[in-house]
């Protein structure tokens, strides 16, 4: 696009890899040769950075939300408790793993790999920059959701060979929920996708660029749907049913302990830094931030948002409590999905409207912008009206205050102080 | 619990994982030996704990405390209800998901309590502070002007507080309409506390059997209307409330005097200085004497025949007998629902099992 | 204020609608016999006068030639209290009827009672240990649990230091 190919171009990592590959390929290897290299570098950077960005994020998460529980955080370990991740990882490393007599053994040692290495994949179709993408695929939000979805049976496999009514219990309950939000998530990114008519990544983050508006704005309904859709998919609180510490010990990974335990650990935070990464990928530009990566380099813009979106969460997390587990699933199949529904059916009819008027981008953007939040706002209410949530009494609730000793007040009516 | 799927089909207690058997040691010390037990019962309100069975002794021996000793003794109670209700309501948002953030608010007003208990007594928890007679001491000259402090802060902070949860969709969602016990379904299981006056009824020791100065203050009963579980953190929300205003009516009113009566020689033979005696021979017989702690009606039902050591000394715990609804309020839920109606019961383990 | 009915004006008043229920009434109780209790019970309960629909305490004593259960009972509606007993002279397995049909709240309470101090109550629907677990051999409550050698019992006789004490105590 704007940006020259020079080898030192930091703007675009790409540019180095590029010109490296240039250079094996004049040394005269053979055609695999390249192919290989430039996985492998990609390869060992996406390892990298997501390792650190987990045990930053390990401190970062322990710190903010210790500060909205007004208290410190960790602050022991280290400086201002930055070495703390390091520590944990040491402790998770060093403790025995042990393996309950009646369990899986075979089920019970894969279900930890099964769970991470997905949430490591789907960085393989995120474009960090305009050439950092490891394996730029037509069908990248396909892959995006396919890849998702074998979490649902690694967290089955932990579950059920545990051999333990808690683990099998939180399994079911986690499995229940990830079935119901996977539906929502594939009609949302539907919609993402019909507006662009691509399933490449790349392709996406291109158009928003040029068009020079995000997705975020022409799409509140799918945004909305995929940011709860994600929460869920984190398995992460205001939707940590699976984990509910006072509920069922620890779910399905209460009989994990040692390095299969921080597996999982880190699984949820990969977990979050993929849907975080999808979100701005989709809906927030990607590595575009209407021409500052000229100057900024682009997958500095993309980190930055990523971590942005997941501040939200942990900011939610530190927040809100959860909800029961029927009551989630109420909320997806009754509310979500219908919603989800009319996105792809509204959404659907602006594309081919789009294309058979032939109007301008200028002024079809800013008219199914409108129409489409204007619709958001009215479905979201009017269905939540219609399913008969009514609005929360703005005054809570209170005590009746009385003096008559022995009085029952059982089911009255009267108006409160 | 048996479970089909989440659905709750039988629930059943297993508890004796903390039983000290208090009621068998306390047949071996003194009455005022016995004391530092009534701290470790309900150790999150070891105040009230302390007063119930000072003032079942007091009934039995025929002793009247002086002034001063009552006001001390509501004060202190009234503190100690503060702190046990903020523990129980962050532990109810805690339970409903809220990952502790309410629970640290409220522990930050908890701290300031206890260091008061610490300025009276020198213990923040076990604070061992009544006696029987009066109090252990006299406050120290900085505990009033803090203790101004405190109560001129919590009623905002309170506010906060019942503005933050009580109109949290998902905390409504998550207790309303939960557990419902009706005050005939109470009153039969012998509930008593916050559980009672949520389902409804308005009964409270405070005001059916004043003790300790409480029928020189103005206070009112929180009653709730629905006895779900959302109702019983209401009650103990607006029962913080008028603690508050029990505690500005009784700072200023508090006389000067001695704290400690001088124990009669002829009933009760105190072994050492009358006014603070090693131990006390009460003439023989039986007394229950009963107070309003957070949880509900402590009771002591004390059995003496003149020697220094009781010969029975019961414990009626609030939290115990408050589980006995506990099967027909959970059965028919889900396991979610179950630790919401546990947090709401607002139990101690400690005075379950003694 | 709360009043308190003494055991001898609610053994007066027991005696007048279930009659013969009544063995003996101190001030501090009214003693019934073990076979009229569910009546008594269910009268004061009932009786729109008493209205005693609150069981405050059930707990049971170990006087060393008998047991005793006392139910401490509180009316809501009127704020009156009283108590009443039951006195069982059986050692090895006193057995006193339950009282859970009248209130519910005894079960809990019972079931500690047969717990810690060995007396079975019938009709009660789950009568088993609850504090202890179910091979427990004994009930610790009791004055002769573990008979310290010597014949001694537990209890404070005189306290180390009394006057009068050989220790030569302070006065």
């Known amino acids: ?417 | ?354 | 204020m709360t009043t308190v009915l003494t055991g001898l004006e609610i053994a007066h008043r027991i005696e007048l609608s279930v009659p013969g229920a009544v063995d003996d009434a101190k001030p501090e109780a009214a003693f019934i016999q073990a076979d009229k209790l569910i009546d008594v019970c269910t009268y004061l309960r009932d009786n729109p006068e008493l209205q005693f629909a609150f069981l405050s305490s059930l707990t049971a004593v170990d006087c060393l030639d008998h047991f005793e259960v006392v139910y401490h009972l509180t009316s809501i509606r009127l704020n009156l209290r009283t108590a009443i007993k039951v006195r069982s002279y059986e050692r090895e397995n006193p057995k006193v009827p339950s009282v859970t049909l009248v209130w519910a709240g005894a079960h809990f309470q019972e079931r500690e009672a047969y717990d810690l101090m060995g007396i079975a109550f019938e009709g009660h629907p789950d009568m088993r240990r609850i504090f202890l677990w179910d091979g427990f051999a004994g009930h610790p409550l009791r004055k002769d649990y573990l008979n310290l050698p010597g014949g001694q019992m537990a209890g404070l006789e005189r306290f180390p230091g009394e006057p009068g004490d050989a220790l030569g105590g302070r006065g």
């Not at chain 1, 390929?25 to 053979?30: D, H, K, L, Q």
């Not at chain 2, 001695?258 to 017989?285: D, F, K």
């Open chain 1, 1 to 417: 696009m704007r940006l020259d190919a020079a080898w030192y171009d930091l703007r675009d990592i790409g540019n180095a890899v590029g010109a490296l590959l240039e250079q094996i390929r004049e040394w005269g290897a053979p055609d695999w040769v390249p192919y290989v290299t430039s996985s492998v570098i990609a390869i060992v950077g996406i390892l990298l950075w997501t390792v650190l960005s987990v045990l930053a994020f390990i401190w970062i998460e322990r710190r903010v939300v210790g500060l909205m529980q007004n208290r410190i955080g960790p602050n022991r370990v280290g400086p201002a408790g930055l070495l703390q991740p390091v520590a944990d990882a040491l402790k998770l490393l060093m403790k025995e793993a042990i393996t309950t007599r009646n369990a899986d053994k075979t089920l019970f040692w894969l279900a930890p790999i099964v769970v991470f290495i997905p949430t490591m994949v789907v960085f393989a179709v995120i474009p960090f920059g305009e050439k950092m993408v490891l394996a730029d695929l037509n069908v990248g939000v396909l892959f995006l959701i396919a890849i998702g979805s074998i979490n649902t049976i690694a967290v089955f496999m932990a579950g059920w060979s545990s051999n333990n009514k808690y683990a099998l219990l939180g399994a079911m309950r986690t499995i229940a929920m990830l079935i119901s939000y996977e539906i929502i998530q594939v009609l949302v990114l539907l919609g993402a996708v019909l507006f662009v008519g691509s399933m490449r990544l790349g392709d996406i983050v291109a158009w928003q660029d040029d068009y020079g508006v995000w997705l975020l704005f022409l799409q509140p309904l799918g945004v909305m749907g995929y940011v709860i859709a994600g929460a869920v998919e984190m398995n992460r609180s205001p939707m940590d049913i699976a984990e509910a510490e006072s509920e069922i010990v620890a779910g399905y990974h209460t009989e994990y302990g040692g390095i299969k335990f921080g597996f999982f650990y880190q699984a949820e935070y990969l977990a979050g830094f993929a849907i975080a990464a999808v979100i701005v990928s989709l809906y927030m530009g990607g590595w575009t931030l209407w021409g500052l990566e000229e100057w900024v380099p682009g997958w500095l813009i993309f980190l930055a948002k990523m971590y942005g979106v997941f501040f939200i969460y942990i900011w939610s997390r530190g927040t809100l409590p959860r909800l029961r587990v029927d009551q989630l699933m109420a909320f997806a199949w009754k509310f979500l999905l219908p919603l989800a529904l009319l996105n792809v059916l509204v959404v659907g009819g602006e594309v081919l409207l789009w294309q058979e008027q032939d109007l301008s981008s200028g002024e079809a953007l800013p008219l199914f912008g409108a129409v489409n939040f204007g619709l958001a706002v009215a479905l979201v209410i009017g269905w939540a009206l219609a399913l008969g949530h009514r609005r929360p009494e703005k005054v809570a609730h209170r005590a009746i205050l009385t003096q008559e000793l022995g009085a029952i007040f059982y089911g009255d009516i009267a108006p409160r102080p």
């Open chain 2, 1 to 354: 619990m048996t479970l089909d799927g989440e659905k709750i089909i039988d629930a059943d207690m297993v508890i004796g994982y903390l039983h000290r058997s208090m009621e068998k040691l306390a047949e071996e010390r003194t009455y005022t030996q016995n004391i530092p037990f009534t701290d470790r019962t309900d150790y999150l309100a070891a105040m009230t704990g302390n007063l119930a069975y000072v003032l079942a002794v007091e009934k039995l021996c025929g002793v009247e405390a002086p002034e001063r000793a009552h006001w001390l003794r509501m004060i202190m109670s009234e503190l100690q209800r503060i702190a046990s209700h903020s523990v129980a309501v962050g532990i109810f948002a805690n339970d409903c998901g809220a990952w502790q953030t309410p629970v640290m608010h409220m522990f930050r007003d908890r701290e300031k309590i206890l260091d008061l208990f610490e300025m009276a007594c020198g213990a923040r928890l076990t604070t061992n502070y009544m006696r029987i007679g009066g109090v252990s001491r006299d406050v120290p000259p900085e505990f009033m002007p803090a203790a101004h402090k405190l109560v001129k802060e919590l009623p905002k902070k309170l506010d906060e507080y019942e503005d933050l949860l009580l109109s949290n969709e998902i905390i409504v969602a998550r207790s309303r309409g939960i557990a419902v016990l009706t005050p005939e379904q109470a009153i039969a299981h012998s509930v008593s506390g916050p559980m009672l006056r949520a389902s409804g009824v308005a009964w409270d020791i405070r005001k059916a059997d004043p003790y300790a100065a409480y029928d020189k203050v103005d206070f009112d009963i929180a009653v709730g209307t629905d006895g779900d579980v959302y109702d019983r953190f209401v009650v103990r929300l607006a029962e913080m409330r008028q603690s508050v205003r029990i505690l500005e009516q009784a700072l200023d009113m508090m006389p000067e005097g001695p704290v400690h009566a001088i124990l009669p020689t002829a009933t009760v033979q105190p072994i050492g200085n009358p006014v603070a005696p090693l131990a006390i021979r009460p003439p023989v017989g039986e007394a229950y004497g009963c107070i309003e702690s957070p949880r509900g009606e402590l009771g002591f039902y004390i059995v003496s025949d003149g020697s220094p050591a009781p010969f029975r000394f019961h414990i009626r715990s609030p939290s115990y007998i408050n589980l006995t609804p506990l099967k027909l309020m959970s059965v028919g839920r889900t396991v979610a629902d179950a630790i919401v109606i546990l947090g709401s019961v607002d139990i101690v383990v400690g005075e379950i099992d003694r």
